[in-house]
């Protein structure tokens, strides 16, 4: 069951990243990646369809083997992740224990992102 659960997300995330091939403003490396690692976990044969994809392959190889992420792509991920933990800091949550540890887990994947190197296409 949990097998089956991971390969849906997988598919879920990989289909968001491919929308973001289309809209500027949705990043698709994070979702190819999210797809990735749940695919790893949940199916062999679809990691391997992803990994070795002429599309769709080059963005997460490019992450694993340390070539980084286009600057574009950290740009709008780092947007729509700091959108949305300020909206959920302010507007949704009211302890101020998660609220700090959003703001923690925004900063780790800021400094994460800051420190990959910008891929040049």
């Known amino acids: 069951m949990q097998r089956w659960m991971l390969v849906a997300l997988g598919s879920i995330f990989v289909g968001i990243g491919m929308l973001g091939i289309f809209i500027p403003v949705l990043p698709t490396t994070p979702f190819l990646l999210l797809g990735a690692a749940c695919y790893a976990k949940g199916s062999q044969g679809f990691y391997d369809w992803l990994i070795n994809n002429r599309y769709l392959g080059g963005y997460i190889r490019n ?13 709008v991920t ?10 959920s800091v302010v507007v949704v949550v009211e302890l101020t224990v998660i609220r700090v540890l959003l703001l923690l887990i925004a900063v780790a994947v800021t400094v994460h992102l800051s420190r990959l190197p910008n891929l040049r296409q």
């Open 78 to 87: 780092l947007t729509l992740l700091w959108a949305t933990i300020v909206y």
């Open 63 to 75: 992450y694993r083997e340390g070539k980084g992420l286009p600057l574009r792509t950290k740009i």
